[in-house]
Structure formats: structure tokens, C-alpha cells
């Protein structure tokens, strides 16, 4: 098997993205390499690929249980037998995974680094000793082993030995954020043999960065909420008390948002995150405990309600939004105040060394929050990569920025500034400025010259303005824990008339018209509900079964048979086996009743990632459902209302089936109660998950819409 034709039948796509297949034959040559590729950038495909192809075990070393148990979820979906061993597992599962082993029936073992080498190295003893060896050896998160990492873990310090006991096995070390320092001493410490480095681009087209200022930003989260009701979320806090207040005033609005941090109990957390990865949480409010390893494809926007720590934890963290490679948001609620409470949690105790690589870090970050400037492009600079001025989907690029001579309101707020002896917050210097009679103002500033200089703007203005004085460094902040602003070295020449400023004159967020996506709307949540059933019999998150990408192909292309299927990206050759016909059924009912087509010829190539411009239908606005409903209810019959709009008997069953499993029709108007008994111990033998095996027991004597009915309706009972 070539590598394109594995990555057809396991992945289900028909080209590599990126470097991917420069990698790949890398590792079939048997060279190490360095990869660096962002997050959502196909990484592990990297040496899933060449762990199928080569014959022997492909041993994976990752952080966390969580990114081990999702990832070998999926490669079990696409038929790649895989397994991880760490502590939540009973000793008879252990046991039962060694004796895979050794009958070379797994193809790829996840482990964390203090595995491999705990217990005077057993467990490399006993890989070392397979009848089959050891084939490759991939180092996720690389960046772990070092110290100029944001993410050191002292245990990935144990990989230095990996050569030693494997020394010619390739070994292939995998991160999605590496400067160059970090890039040279992960070469180092993993004592890589002349690997080859490959840095594919960090951008990431498909998410638009946004920083607002912290403000009211409960009411601006709500407003940003507001067009996301459906959509899955993180949202980000600083603290663990934060995330459960929020989390508290989020559900008391209606959102299904659940908290995650590290204070809580195991089971809650693993609770809320499987609720999460299945979609019946729709948002996670959580500290950076959570997220990595997270694989959820579907996650639309990522929120930070503080400022995280580093740019690195930043791109990583907003980097969980959209890796389906559909459109996403990242916003984060920046104030000048977060910055300076930082300085103390990025400190390290007993660790100047290391305090000072991560306050720098930190500087960047407040740097980036208050960039006049494309954001995107300052990331992709952070991450040495070149990038345009513009970028067209970050709020910089997305204002219409209006420049005006700015300097007399720069002046008003300097003098202010230097009147009152650089001692005051700007909340003082707001209302000195626009002369409050709040009595928190000091009889003595109130007969300053200053006073009630800058009544004709607004506080709003007042403080957008300041902030903007200080990203053009004609003030500052103190490091305090009152920050208080003071001049600068270059306010002297802005007060004496030399320096003219420019300010922003309006700020207006043009956002670019939403685009209608052209796929068939009603049918994406028909086929996101065959998706839930099924993941719910395999037991997976859904997105393990098949991306919201892929669905929306099918709902776009309307693929009728399985070889058209073929062609939806992430449908390989199992899944195709497994699934296809669970998909197709839907795509079939729907596009008969409306006399649709299937439009497969127009897609391109698949990749993993799909362009917008693919889409070649239009949204469907009006519930087909509802007009069959109302129809009913003007007592017409099943076969009256089929006549009269032209469809089949069962497309109306399965119109009003909907309404039974809603309550808003009953069981016997659609099924006769003699039949009732025959499907409900169908159900009970075969279970829900499916319907065509249901309908094969049954008989052509039941019709799918009776049987999706009696379903309904027991949904409703249970
Ligand atoms: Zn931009």
C-alpha cells in the first residue's frame, strides 16, 4: 500500500496537506524528524500514517490521558487497531493489551513518558523483546522537554534516553508551538540523528482574532453569545472561582455551560468533559487545565475572559476553535490591571532564570492586546513567520480606522496627567478631566487649570483615548497593583506642542457580512443526528465518527451512492463500510422529496481541510416538516398530504414521526397499535441505533416512518 492509498482508506482523504507527505516518507525512510506544525494542522496524521504502513509497533509518547484516549478512539473508528496504557486501567485491561502485544495485534501504543521508563524501565525491556520490533517512535508535544517551552514538563526529560535503548528506530517529535530556542533544545535533549525539520505555516486562516477591552464583559460575552446559541464554546477565566461564578451566570441566561479546573473532582471534570466532547454541553467555562488534548473538530469560538500568560498558550488555546477548518472566533477581554496581576503568577520560585523568560513572555502578550496593528500577523511574527499587514479577519483589519489630529485632546490628558503629579489611576484622571463633582476629587485638584478641560467627551471616549496614549507610549502604567499612570520620556514634546499626535477617530467594528453557507440546512441536522446515533452505540464523541465538515459536504453535495460518498472528506474505506449506509439513507430521503440531485461532480479534491467556495447549494429556510404537519391537522391523511405536495407516503411519516417523539401528534395517527408491540421488540432486541437493520427484522410490512414513529415515541416515554 502506497501512503496516498492509506490515507484514502484509513482518513478517508485523497490528498496530504501541507508537509504531511514529505514527513511521512521521511519516517518510512527510516530519518528522524522534527515536525512543527500548528495546532489543527494534521500533526498526528504525521506517524499514524507510516505506524499503518510499516510493520511493527509505532510507540507514541503524549502528556496527557486525555489526548491518548481520544486519539486511539479514533484510530479504532478508521480500523487501526491502537491502544494507550497508563493508570486508570484495571490490570486485567493491562494484561490484556501486553498480550496484544505480543501477538503483534496493535499497530500503534500511546504512553506517557514516565511509563516507558518508570518501574527500571520494564516496560522498554519488554517493547525492546517483541517478536515484532519496534518500528517508530513519535514524540507529541514536544516542546514539553524544554525550559524556554511555556509548557516544561520535567518527565519528558526521561525521552533523552530513548536513543540509547532504540537506537535505530525513527523517531519522529511533533509540537505545535516552538520558537527557536525551544526548536534547538528539543533537537538536543532528544539527541535526534541529523533529523530533518519541517515548519509548516502557523496560520490559521479560519479564525479571527478579536480583543475587546474588559468592560462590562459579562454583557459583551452575552452579546457575542447571542448569534452562537447552537454552538460549542470555551470560554477561558483566569481562576477557579471565576470559572464557577460564570459558569453560574451563563446557565442562569439558558446556556448549557458547564465549569472545568483543576479543584474539581475527577469525576466532575470527566463528567463535563464527555458532556462536552458529545455536545450536550455546549460551553466549557474552564482555567487552562482544560483543552489540551481536547480534539473536538466543531468548537466555533474560543473566549478569553482574562489575559493568558504567554502568546504561546494564547495560540494554543484559540487554536481549539475550528479544526474542522470552518469559520471560527477567538475574543479575549483585555485590561491593563490583568497584565500586571500576572507578573506574580508567572513568577518562579527560587528560578530568576526561568521568572525572566516567562515575564518577557508575558510582555509580548500584553503587547499584543493592544496592538494598533494586524493581529495576526504580530502571532505569526512571534512564531518567525512572515505575514502581510493585513489580514482581513482580525479586529484591526476588520475596523475602518479614521485617523484625526488627536494632539489638544493628547495634550488635555498629559497636563491632566502631570497636574495631579502622576499619582492617579486613569478613573481619577477621567473624572478630573471631565470635571466630576464626585466628592472622591480633592478640593485642591478642583482649582487646577485642568479641571473640567475635557467635559466634551465622553468617559468612554476618555478611556478609549487613554489607552491608546499609552500604546503609543506617550504614557504608561505602573507595574503597582493600583496601576497609576505617569508621562513618559516622550509626553514632554506632545505638552510642548512639538510632537504631533494622531488618534483613532472612530472605531467602528465593520464586520464583514456573514456568509450564507450553501448546503441543505434542514438536512445537516438530520445527518448530525445519524451522526449522534451512532457515536452514542460506539460510544465516542460524535466528531470521532465524522467531522461537521464532512456532514456539511453531504449536505452540500447530496452524495447517492457509496462510491459518491467516496469522495466526502473523511469518509476512508472502514468508515465507508462501517457508516456509509447510515449516511446515505437520510441524503436519499431527503433528496427524492425535493426532487434534488447529487452535485459530487462539482466537488474537488479532498483534503482535510474544505474551501468555502465548494459549496454549490443554497440553505433551506422553511421546515418542510411543519407544512406536512399543518396539513395534517386540516385532517387530511398521510396519503392526501403526500399527493398534494408531491412526495412520498414515508417522507410524510417520517415528517410527523417527528412530531410524535415531540408530543405534539399521537402514536396511533400514525402507526396502527397491532404493529406497536412487533416494533418495540425489534427495538428492544436491536437496539435504537440503527434503522435499516430494524426494518430488515420487521419486514416489508412496516414502513421506516412507522418505525421512526414507534422510536419517537418511546424517546418520549422513556
Ligand atoms: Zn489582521
Redesign the pocket.
Known amino acids: 500500500m502506497t501512503p496516498t492509498q492509506a490515507l484514502q482508506k484509513y482518513f478517508g482523504y485523497s490528498e496530504f496537506r501541507h508537509e504531511q507527505e514529505a514527513i511521512i516518507q521521511h519516517v518510512l525512510n527510516s530519518k528522524d524528524v522534527l515536525a512543527l506544525m500548528p495546532t489543527g494542522g494534521g500533526k498526528s496524521l504525521c506517524y499514524q500514517l507510516p505506524a499503518v504502513l510499516l510493520n511493527g509497533l509505532t510507540i507514541v509518547i503524549s502528556p496527557l490521558i486525555a489526548l491518548m484516549k481520544d486519539q486511539v478512539d479514533s484510530l479504532n473508528i478508521a480500523g487501526i487497531p491502537a491502544a494507550f496504557l497508563n493508570s486508570t486501567q484495571s490490570a486485567d485491561e493491562q494484561s490484556r493489551i501486553i498480550t496484544k502485544l505480543n501477538s503483534n495485534h496493535i499497530k500503534l501504543l500511546y504512553l506517557a513518558p514516565e511509563r516507558l521508563f518508570g518501574s527500571e524501565n520494564k516496560l522498554v525491556q519488554f517493547l525492546k523483546s517483541l517478536p515484532v520490533p519496534v518500528a517508530q517512535i513519535a514524540i507529541d508535544e514536544a516542546h514539553c522537554i524544554s525550559h524556554w517551552g511555556h509548557d516544561f514538563r520535567p518527565e519528558y526529560l526521561m525521552l533523552a534516553g530513548l536513543k540509547d535503548h532504540f537506537p535505530n528506530i525513527p523517531v519522529i517529535a511533533l509540537t505545535a508551538t516552538a520558537d527557536k530556542l525551544t526548536q534547538k533544545d528539543i533537537l538536543e535533549k532528544l539527541n535526534l540523528k541529523s533529523p530533518a525539520i519541517f515548519i509548516s505555516s502557523f496560520n490559521r486562516a479560519n479564525i479571527t482574532y478579536r480583543v475587546n477591552p474588559k468592560r462590562n464583559s459579562f454583557d459583551q460575552l452575552l452579546d457575542f453569545l447571542e448569534d452562537r446559541k447552537d454552538e460549542s464554546g470555551i470560554i477561558y477565566c483566569l481562576s477557579r472561582k471565576s470559572v464557577e461564578a460564570l459558569a453560574i451566570d451563563l446557565k442562569a441566561q439558558g446556556y448549557l455551560a458547564e465549569p472545568y479546573h483543576a479543584g474539581l473532582d475527577n469525576a466532575v471534570k470527566a463528567r463535563n468533559q464527555e458532556a462536552f466532547l458529545r455536545d450536550d454541553v455546549k460551553i466549557i467555562v474552564a482555567t487552562i487545565a482544560f483543552g489540551m488534548g481536547i480534539n473536538k473538530s466543531n468548537v466555533r469560538y474560543v473566549v478569553h475572559m482574562d489575559m493568558p500568560k504567554n502568546i504561546e498558550g494564547y495560540y494554543q488555546e484559540t487554536g481549539r476553535a475550528g479544526r474542522d477548518g470552518l469559520e471560527s472566533a477567538a475574543l479575549l477581554f483585555y485590561s491593563p490591571g490583568d497584565a500586571i496581576k500576572l507578573k506574580s503568577f508567572v513568577s518562579i520560585d527560587g528560578d530568576p532564570v526561568q521568572t525572566q523568560i516567562m515575564l518577557s513572555k508575558l510582555n509580548d502578550m500584553a503587547k499584543y492586546c493592544q496592538l494598533p496593528t494586524?493581529?495576526?500577523?504580530y502571532l505569526l511574527n512571534y512564531f518567525d513567520e512572515q505575514a502581510p499587514n493585513?489580514?482581513?479577519?482580525?479586529d484591526?483589519?476588520l475596523s475602518e480606522i479614521t485617523k484625526f489630529d488627536g494632539t489638544l485632546i493628547a495634550q488635555k490628558a498629559l497636563s491632566a496627567v502631570y497636574r495631579l503629579k502622576e499619582r492617579f489611576g486613569s478613573t481619577y484622571v477621567i473624572d478630573f478631566l471631565r470635571g466630576s463633582k464626585n466628592e472622591k476629587i480633592r478640593e485642591e485638584h478642583k482649582e487646577l487649570k485642568t479641571y473640567g478641560v475635557g467635559k466634551d467627551l465622553s468617559k468612554a471616549d476618555w478611556q478609549r483615548y487613554l489607552r491608546e496614549l499609552v500604546a503609543l507610549d506617550y504614557l504608561q502604567f505602573t507595574d503597582t497593583e493600583y496601576p497609576v499612570l505617569k508621562l513618559t520620556s516622550k509626553s514632554e514634546a506632545v505638552l510642548k506642542g512639538w510632537q504631533k499626535v494622531d488618534l483613532i477617530a472612530t472605531q467602528t467594528m465593520e464586520e464583514r457580512p456573514t456568509e450564507t453557507l450553501p448546503f441543505e440546512n434542514d438536512l445537516l441536522s438530520i445527518l448530525k443526528n445519524t451522526r449522534r446515533d451512532i457515536a452514542l452505540q460506539e460510544n465516542v464523541p460524535a466528531y470521532i465518527i465524522v467531522s461537521d465538515a464532512a456532514l456539511m459536504e453531504i449536505a452540500t453535495y447530496l452524495p447517492q451512492s457509496l462510491d459518491e460518498l467516496r469522495f466526502i472528506s473523511g469518509f476512508g474505506d472502514i468508515k465507508l463500510a462501517r457508516y456509509g449506509r447510515e449516511f446515505l439513507a437520510p441524503v436519499k430521503i431527503y433528496a427524492d422529496e425535493r426532487g434534488l440531485n447529487s452535485q459530487i461532480s462539482k466537488k474537488s479534491k479532498k483534503r482535510e481541510r474544505k474551501v468555502k467556495t465548494e459549496r454549490v447549494s443554497t440553505p433551506r429556510s422553511s421546515d418542510t416538516r411543519m407544512v406536512s404537519l399543518e396539513l395534517y391537522r386540516k385532517d387530511k391523511t398521510i396519503a392526501e398530504i403526500a399527493a398534494e405536495r408531491g412526495l412520498s407516503a414515508s417522507t410524510i411519516e417520517s415528517h410527523l414521526s417527528y412530531f410524535v417523539q415531540s408530543g405534539e401528534m399521537d402514536i396511533l395517527d400514525m402507526v396502527p397499535e397491532g404493529k406497536i408491540p412487533a416494533i418495540k421488540d425489534a427495538v428492544e432486541n436491536y437496539g435504537a441505533d440503527r434503522l435499516a437493520p430494524l426494518k430488515e427484522v420487521l419486514g416489508a410490512d412496516f414502513t421506516y416512518g412507522e418505525i421512526k414513529a414507534v422510536l419517537g415515541w418511546m424517546n418520549r416515554n422513556q
Open positions: 494586524c493581529r495576526r500577523q493585513h489580514c482581513n479577519s482580525c484591526v483589519c
